[in-house]
Every structure is written in structure tokens, then in C-alpha cells.
């Protein structure tokens, strides 16, 4: 997670606020929030970027 997150300091900042060392890889946040997380293609909504 980390290397992810250290692009940007403050969303790694309140990442680790909020779950702490709770996740180390991405895998294991998206199984946690699996719920409330939707994956779509944005080719669907912004063709124009595609082009």
C-alpha cells in the first residue's frame, strides 16, 4: 500500500490515520471494501479520452 499511496503524502497520511497498518497490499483493501466498490471501464463514460 505504501508505495501506492506515497504519491500523494497527505491521502498517505490519512490512509494511515484511518487503517493504520491494517493493509499491505491493494488486494487487501479492495476484499475488505468489495462491497462498495464498483470497477468500470471508462471507455464507457469518456470515449473521447480512447481517441
Do not use: C, H, P, T
Not at 487503517?19 to 473521447?48: C, H, M, P, T, W
Amino acid at each position: 500500500m505504501k508505495s501506492v499511496l506515497s504519491k500523494s503524502i497527505r491521502l498517505f497520511k490519512d490512509f494511515n490515520e484511518k487503517y493504520g497498518n491494517k493493509f499491505s497490499v491493494v488486494l487487501e483493501y479492495f476484499q475488505y471494501k468489495r462491497s462498495s466498490v464498483e470497477l468500470i471501464d471508462l471507455r464507457d463514460i469518456a470515449n473521447e479520452l480512447w481517441r
